[in-house]
């Protein structure tokens, strides 16, 4: 009978809301193997929920709540994930939103390649949210970005988790959640951020209520105290709005993992960060740094990556679209630590020199990493390049690039 209530707490609450928020829904994530699995009273409440299904969106969650990260073939993930696919049909619920969230935010980000394949592949995904781009803290800085065609969004923190559960019971005491909502940091959340996307967990809404009186708490004293005008949006559009606002969001940044200890606890085991390099020659082309490259892979201690078929056995990963392939695509062109020393593995680029972004990219993926550069004279590298441009176009046009 509790979770009658429950249910029907949602319900009001979401009506509620909806006199405060045009058409505020509440987006329910679920993971199909637990269904008909807890008390009669629970069982119970799935069962109301399903029947009002149409009242709410729906996402899923992972079909038993495991973590994308600790799969790394792709096959028996987009299997789970079919598990919870042929639930929702089953029960008639709506598998066309396009959103979904992971467990721990595992897979999201750091990126899990596997992840973002499997949730196209079978459901089609194409925005989910995350807490921990670029990193948890401080919260004001997390952003979106977009990978392999799916949108990801920042998510905010509401201060509720899975065992904060009685209003009385609050961490320092219920006046601490209400002096959050009332100017606190949660209010403060909500004024700063143009779009705001919050969750929580059943068990705040299955026994003191406290996500329902959290919410509705807060936009009262937003509506009372300020001038903004709340919306909701469907979670595709709210994406395509986000990336409007905020455009410059779109291109991520890639960290190393193991530098956030977050981070590295949803990265796989199967992904090393030594498998990066430690040093790099950035270029310009025609200074010799093909011969260098030669030259350095010559000594036994010093070890290169795989040569690229396509581009000139360069990997080129900072400066161009290769880039947007992630990290697990990179880290693929280096030996395993184990097969080989990684103390002074390191790769050549020659493009890595003369474009802007690349400083950005290395900084923040190899921050401690050793840039070698060849600079000669540059008339002698003009020539050079002259000399290129012939052999390679004929007589009669002449591209210099000093
Ligand atoms: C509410 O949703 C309906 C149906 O999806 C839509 O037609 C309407 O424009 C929405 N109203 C607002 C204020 O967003
Ligand atoms: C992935 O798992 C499937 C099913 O167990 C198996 O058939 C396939 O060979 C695996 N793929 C790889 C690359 O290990
Ligand atoms: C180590 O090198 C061998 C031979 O090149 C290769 O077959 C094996 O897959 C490598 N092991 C790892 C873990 O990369």
């Given amino acids: 009978i509790t979770f009658f209530f429950l249910f029907q707490s949602l319900l009001n609450a979401q009506n509620k809301l909806r006199n405060l928020v045009p058409n505020f829904t509440f987006n329910l994530g679920f993971s199909g193997k637990f269904y008909h699995t807890g008390t009669d009273d629970e069982d119970i409440g799935d069962d109301m929920l399903l029947q009002h299904r149409n009242e709410f969106w729906w996402f899923p969650h992972m079909w038993s709540h495991m973590q994308p990260h ?9 299997e789970q994930m079919r598990l919870n696919m042929i639930f929702a049909q089953e029960h008639g619920i709506p598998t066309d939103m396009g959103y ?87 209010f ?26 959290t919410f509705e708490s807060l936009v009262k004293f937003v509506q009372c105290w300020t001038q903004l005008r709340l919306q909701t949006l469907p979670p595709v559009q709210l994406a395509e709005k986000y990336f409007q606002i905020f455009p410059e969001e779109r291109d991520p940044l890639w960290q190393n993992p193991c530098n956030d200890k977050r981070h590295k606890d949803i990265w796989s085991k199967e992904k090393t960060c030594d498998r990066l390099p430690k040093f790099l020659v950035i270029g310009p082309q025609k200074t010799g740094t093909t011969a260098l490259f030669f ?7 010093i070890t290169s990556n795989f040569p690229s078929p396509v581009t000139f056995e360069e990997i080129q990963f900072f400066n161009g679209q290769n880039y947007h392939r992630g990290i697990d695509w990179y880290m693929e062109f280096f030996p395993f630590p184990s097969n080989a020393s990684t103390d002074f593995m390191f790769e050549k680029s020659a493009t890595y020199f003369d474009t802007e972004v690349v400083a950005k990219r290395a900084a923040a993926l190899l921050p401690h990493a050793k840039i070698i550069s060849v600079l000669i004279n540059p008339v002698e590298r003009a020539y050079s390049w002259y000399q290129v441009c012939v052999a390679h176009l004929g007589e009669g046009v002449l591209l210099l690039g000093i």
Avoid at 103 to 132: F, R
Avoid at 295 to 301: D, Q
Wanted: proline share 6%; with cysteine.
């Fill in 70 to 78: 600790l799969f790394h073939n792709v096959t028996v993930l987009a």
């Fill in 100 to 186: 979904a969230v992971a467990p721990h935010h595992s897979g999201v980000y750091p990126i899990h390649s596997q992840l973002y394949e499997a949730w196209k592949s079978v459901w089609g995904i194409k925005v989910t949210s995350t807490e921990e781009y670029p990193h948890l803290r401080p919260a004001r800085y997390r952003k979106g970005f977009i990978h392999n065609g799916i949108k990801v969004l920042p998510r905010q923190t509401c201060g509720l988790f899975t065992h904060t559960i009685f209003y009385n019971e609050y961490p320092g005491g219920s006046r601490e959640l209400d002096r959050s909502i009332r100017g606190g940091e949660l």
């Fill in 188 to 213: 403060l959340t909500l004024l700063l951020n143009p779009i705001s996307i919050f969750m929580t967990h059943l068990s705040n809404y299955g026994n003191d209520r406290l996500g329902l009186y």
């Fill in 295 to 301: 030259f350095l892979t010559l000594h036994p201690a």
